[in-house]
């Protein structure tokens, strides 16, 4: 294994960040920087043995300063939506900024971990960067101090492995994820819709015209959310349906089979023919195929437009604070939070 640092650039407030790139010993990659702990790209072989970037980013730390679609972002302190932008903990109700809508909470706010500098430990052994960062009680609104850090692992089975795991000093909710946008023909290619995905999901959670989970589970059978069998995106993402009318497309949390660290998910590149599997500790998986992606200029010049990536964001349930038939994403004070998630890179 080997990790090298470089220069990425600066921020508005005069930080230097710092791009990791770890390189596994078959030639593939991936890049992480200090800001935001994002990634800002994985690198891996196709099916004629060339090298792609497969994750949709930027080039330059402006554009991450601003970054509307979440590229490679770390989420924290809760991903996905908070109805109502409140929940009650504890018998007292914490309130945070509605930056949805005017109504709702999404990703925590403007103020989320994706915009900060991470104390960074890059690790040669093991192919790792580990970041941390404390985040103060009252962050965001959600109450107690929680330190947290986030690890990327780079194996030799070109794996990727994000490892989160921190401490409260309160009682309070965390429910991390990553924002990472893929095209598993590289990114800059075009539309993923002839990607070919399948979901170890026998439901999913239907939302209201606001994206906020209706508080149960609906079984995928028989509607354009099975993907229990592979299929490509495209082929029933045109489908008369209240639930992709809602959301503009596939935009939805998945119910995932099993429990513990199990597979979950696989996409794989109709031109490229590089499969990616996804495994996770989490309940959850939300499925968006990139239907609101509009012109943001990425890597390379490329202009990105709707549905050029894909992301499989793990999770609990979105407005899980708030839902009673949802498993409760709390920490307590003193418990230790930890979830893992993996991206493995193959070809078909």
């Known amino acids: 294994m080997k990790i090298t640092k470089a220069d990425f650039g600066t921020t508005k407030k005069g930080e230097k960040v710092t791009a990791y790139t770890v390189t596994n010993g078959k030639g593939a990659s991936m890049t992480v920087l200090d800001f935001g702990a994002i990634m800002q790209s994985i690198v891996v072989p196709d099916k004629k043995g ?23 972002a770390t989420i924290g302190r809760n991903g996905n939506r908070i109805g109502g932008a409140s929940f009650m903990l504890n018998g007292k109700t914490y309130t945070l900024v509605k930056n949805e809508r005017d109504k709702n909470n999404l990703h925590s706010g403007p103020d989320g971990y994706e915009f900060r500098m991470w104390d960074a430990v890059p690790n040669e052994k093991n192919g ?83 994206s906020i989970p209706y ?35 596939y935009d939805h949390n998945f119910a995932l089979d099993g429990s513990g660290l199990r ?45 050029d990536g894909f992301a499989m964001e793990t999770q609990h349930f979105p407005d899980s604070v708030n839902q009673k038939a949802f498993a409760t994403p709390l920490l307590k004070a003193g418990e230790v939070y930890s979830t893992t998630t993996c991206y493995t890179f193959s070809i078909l």
């Open 128 to 210: 790792s960067v580990s970041f941390t960062l404390t985040s103060p009680d009252g962050d965001q609104g959600f109450p107690g101090t929680f330190r947290v850090t986030v690890t990327y692992m780079l194996t030799e089975m070109n794996k990727v492995k994000i490892h989160y795991e921190g401490k409260s000093d309160k009682d309070t909710m965390v429910n991390m994820t990553n924002h990472t946008y893929f095209n598993l023909n590289g990114e800059g290619s075009g539309k993923i819709m002839e990607h070919t995905v399948k979901i170890a999901a026998t439901g999913y959670t239907p939302v209201d015209e606001e």
């Open 50 to 72: 060339e090298f792609v970037d497969v994750v949709l980013g930027y080039d330059n730390v402006p554009a991450y300063e601003d970054n509307p679609p979440h590229f490679g």
């Open 263 to 307: 597979n979950v998910a696989w996409a794989t590149g109709d031109k490229t023919g590089i499969t990616m599997t996804v495994m996770t500790d989490q309940p959850g998986m939300q499925f968006y195929a990139g239907n609101f992606i509009f012109g943001p200029v990425g890597k390379k010049g490329h202009t990105y437009g709707a549905h």
């Open 215 to 249: 508080g149960r589970t609906d079984k995928v059978e028989g509607t354009p959310f099975d993907f229990r069998n592979p299929k490509t995106i495209a082929q029933d993402a045109g489908a008369e349906d209240e639930q992709l009318a809602h959301t503009g497309g």
